[in-house]
């Protein structure tokens, strides 16, 4: 077992000025950083705590009784999301996903997406608005959400086999509550629903084909994605990942697959059909998904931004330190200047982590520390 390493300083404390420059960039939706890449989706933290305890998210020993989550009066508003998210819109975002921590703990969340629903992308068109939880409130909130005009929504869930899931959420949640979730979800309409099943090595990659099998020809797509290196406090180690080939394989043996288009540019999975009779794709059976963070880096086309529970924009889920962009919404800024200062940052942006981490040092209890996953969501 990997020694977890507590850090011992608070990285949600660090933060860069996010400086409003002195000639203003338009808002043209041609925004592009350093390596020429677009902004397109946005990821909102709307709360950094969780009701489960995953090793590889929030330990329980750092994220214990005492831990000191944000203060309420740190977060922002609902009425400061959507105005960011606007404003982000007008730089060219297509997409936002709403994360955590766990984001249905956030009171009234469906009041938030109402607000976020009638946004429009450039040309008018309706955004991709999602969803990601961890399906322990789904089956109370399914309805309230599709009312309020979301659209898609991912489930974590790590496993079907109860001993398994319960050890890895670290709270003793049952799978059945999970699928329950998913099932109330689809009885009240959401036609688009993804499971994400991180996958570590030792501990749950035998639940793989029998997640492959449950949700296969269920209409709900089945991503795998390999075990991050993200934050300082999850214990990562290389010997503990499995890479996406190797689970591709694993399923291909039983269930034939065939690689299928990636579905939009900057999409983090690579896609797998299953075949059927006529060794083509049988869409009735579905298809399922490899992201492959750690071997496979997909940094080239990156257009992610990230958007903290407490206001800092963040350009990498490694990254270091954040751009406090919420003391720009408060302190009265208008908003062709947060438009240029978040410009600003973008076009300065030269991330790309996941490129360079085999150049990195293998011991990373020195040195800058990531941002915790729980606090700028996944």
């Known amino acids: 077992m990997s020694e977890r390493v507590i850090p011992l300083f608070d990285q949600r404390l660090a933060a860069f000025k996010a400086d409003i420059p002195a000639q203003k960039i338009a808002a043209n939706g041609l925004l592009a950083d350093t390596l020429g890449r677009p902004l397109r989706d946005l990821r909102i933290s709307v709360t950094d705590r969780c009701n489960f305890r995953c090793a590889y998210c929030m330990p329980k020993e750092v994220f214990d009784k005492d831990y000191a989550y944000l203060p309420q009066n740190a977060l922002l508003s609902f009425e ?5 998210a606007r404003l982000f819109v007008a730089h060219g975002v297509r997409k936002l996903r709403l994360t955590g921590g766990e984001p ?7 009041v938030l997406i109402n607000m976020l629903a009638v946004i429009e992308t450039r040309d008018g068109e309706p955004l991709d608005i999602t969803l990601t939880t961890n399906g322990s409130l789904l089956h109370k909130k399914a309805q309230l959400l599709k009312d ?3 659209k898609r929504l991912t489930v974590s869930l790590d496993g079907l086999d109860d001993a398994v899931f319960k050890k890895m959420n670290d709270v003793g949640y049952p799978v059945a509550d999970v699928l329950a979730g998913i099932e109330a979800a689809q009885a009240v309409g959401f036609q688009s629903i993804k499971v994400n099943m991180v996958v570590q090595r030792g501990t749950n990659d035998a639940q793989i ?23 300082a406090t999850n214990g990562w180690r290389m010997d503990e990942v499995l890479p996406s080939r190797e689970v591709m394989q694993l399923i291909h043996a039983e269930l034939p697959l065939i ?3 990636t579905s939009a540019p900057g999409e983090t999975a690579e896609r797998w059909g299953y075949a059927g009779a006529d060794g083509k794709h049988d869409k009735a059976q579905g298809e399922i998904g490899l992201i492959s963070s750690v071997t496979q880096a997909f940094c080239g086309d ?10 800092k924009l963040y350009l990498c889920l490694f990254a270091t330190q954040g751009h406090d962009l919420r003391s720009l919404i408060r302190g009265g800024a208008s908003d062709d200047d947060i438009l240029s200062a978040i410009g600003h940052i973008w076009q300065k942006r030269d991330d790309r982590y996941s ?5 990195m040092p293998a011991d990373t209890s020195t040195g800058a520390r990531k941002v915790e996953m729980s606090y700028i969501g996944g």
């Open 302 to 311: 990156c257009n992610r931004a990230r958007l903290s529970t407490d206001g």
């Open 148 to 150: 309020a005009g979301l």
């Open 209 to 231: 084909l029998p997640m492959a099998r449950h949700f296969k020809g269920t209409g709900v797509t089945l991503r795998f994605i390999e075990y991050m290196d993200v934050g």
């Open 80 to 84: 400061e999301i959507a105005l960011a």
């Open 355 to 359: 490129q360079l981490r085999s150049e």
């Open 259 to 261: 690689q299928l288009d």
């Open 104 to 110: 249905l703990l956030r009171k009234n969340i469906e």
